[in-house]
Nanobody
Framework: VQLQACGGGLVQDGGSLRLSCTVSGRTFSRYGMGWLRQAPGKEREFVAAISWSGLITNYADSVKGRFTISRDNAKNTMYLQMNSLRPEDTAVYYC???????????????RGQGTQVTVSS
């Protein structure tokens, strides 16, 4: 199973980015997906997650109202639209999969390589 995240980059304070994560290899049914992030010198933290149906979405308090998670199951792809970005959002963003539930920072089955997001002030 491979999780390929892309869409990171350098953006100014207040800007926007859209991350995507595509699952390939062995296929599963009805898996939850999510995003974690890790800033330099800090622990990895939960950002957002979404259920297979898309009806359940969870967000960290720090990103509520600014980030939107979505998915396209036909493309095995998840997205994270990030608006009103702040310097404190700077981190490596990782996509994760949980085969049985909506992922959390400590509960996932697969994690992809990260994509760097840098927000300049």
């Amino acid at each position: 199973v491979q999780l390929q995240a892309c869409g990171g980059g350098l953006v100014q304070d207040g800007g926007s980015l859209r991350l995507s994560c595509t699952v390939s290899g062995r296929t599963f049914s009805r898996y939850g997906m999510g995003w974690l992030r890790q800033a330099p010198g800090k622990e990895r933290e939960f950002v957002a997650a979404i259920s297979w149906s898309g009806l359940i979405t969870n967000y960290a308090d720090s990103v509520k109202g600014r980030f939107t998670i979505s998915r396209d199951n036909a493309k095995n792809t998840m997205y994270l639209q990030m608006n009103s970005l702040r310097p404190e959002d700077t981190a490596v963003y990782y996509c994760v999969v949980n085969l049985n539930a909506v992922p959390t920072a400590a509960n996932y089955d697969y994690r992809g390589q990260g994509t760097q997001v840098t927000v300049s002030s």
